[in-house]
T-cell receptor, first 113, second 113 residues
Framework: NAGVTQTPKFRVLKTGQSMTLLCAQD?????MYWYRQDPGMGLRLIHY???????AKGEVPDGYNVSRLKKQNFLLGLESAAPSQTSVYFC????????????FGQGTRLTVV | GDSVTQMEGPVTLSEEAFLTINCTYT??????LFWYVQYPGEGLQLLLK?????DKGSNKGFEATYRKETTSFHLEKGSVQVSDSAVYFC????????????FGDGTTLTVKP
């Protein structure tokens, strides 16, 4: 009964370093999303996917890349981290039917120094 | 585009007080409406939802009614508890829009004993 699992939970990066955040869901959901949450700014959509092998840009995609090679996994990459990418990152998934809620992971707290 | 406006916080109440958090939305078509709750250090989780006009969502003593005429989905609880202290997000989504959720900025509720 894992739901949505994000790894890692915490990470500190130096400016210019790269990393990949992993999101895994075991509910066979088609749709998956990456958000960032910053104080006073709510949740902002970075990238999303409507199915295996598909990805699309959200409202704040710059500096991030994503891949969805397997239906259950959605990876978020930072190629060259910047201090502006310090944030809490949330992955979510949902079924592709009307009225369905999103299920969220526990979040990854990323600090770029 | 779609938007959600919710009451600014923070909101501080005494235990057993009545709670209202206002939420209004702008959207094309017929969105589904949600309230999510986020406890410290955790991801968002669904509190309640309503998928069509005049539907009432309810859970754990919280209620919200989908009012299409006023484009509102206000959250209410008759008697709050200390354990209700959290951040509350109003959101909408439409399956015709890849199920992407549009969130309000969140309202922080603190309940004091």
């Amino acid at each position: 009964n894992a739901g949505v699992t994000q790894t890692p939970k915490f990470r500190v990066l130096k400016t210019g370093q790269s990393m990949t955040l992993l999101c895994a869901q075991d509910m066979n959901h088609e749709y998956m999303y990456w958000y960032r949450q910053d104080p006073g700014m709510g949740l902002r959509l970075i990238h999303y996917s409507v199915g295996e092998g598909t990805t699309a840009k959200g409202e704040v995609p710059d500096g991030y890349n994503v891949s969805r090679l397997k239906k259950q996994n959605f990876l978020l990459g930072l190629e060259s981290a910047a201090p502006s990418q310090t944030s809490v990152y949330f992955c979510a998934s949902r079924q592709d039917r009307d009225g369905q809620e999103a299920f969220f992971g526990q979040g990854t707290r990323l600090t770029v120094v | 585009g779609d938007s959600v406006t919710q009451m600014e916080g923070p909101v501080t109440l005494s235990e057993e007080a009545f709670l209202t958090i206002n939420c209004t939305y702008t959207a094309t078509g017929y969105p589904s409406l949600f309230w999510y709750v986020q406890y410290p250090g955790e991801g968002l989780q669904l509190l309640l939802k309503a998928t069509k006009a005049d539907d009432k969502g309810s859970n754990k003593g919280f209620e919200a009614t989908y009012r299409k005429e006023t484009t509102s989905f206000h959250l209410e609880k008759g008697s709050v508890q200390v354990s209700d202290s959290a951040v509350y997000f109003c959101a909408l989504s439409r399956n015709t829009n890849a199920g992407k959720s549009t969130f309000g900025d969140g309202t922080t509720l603190t309940v004091k004993p």
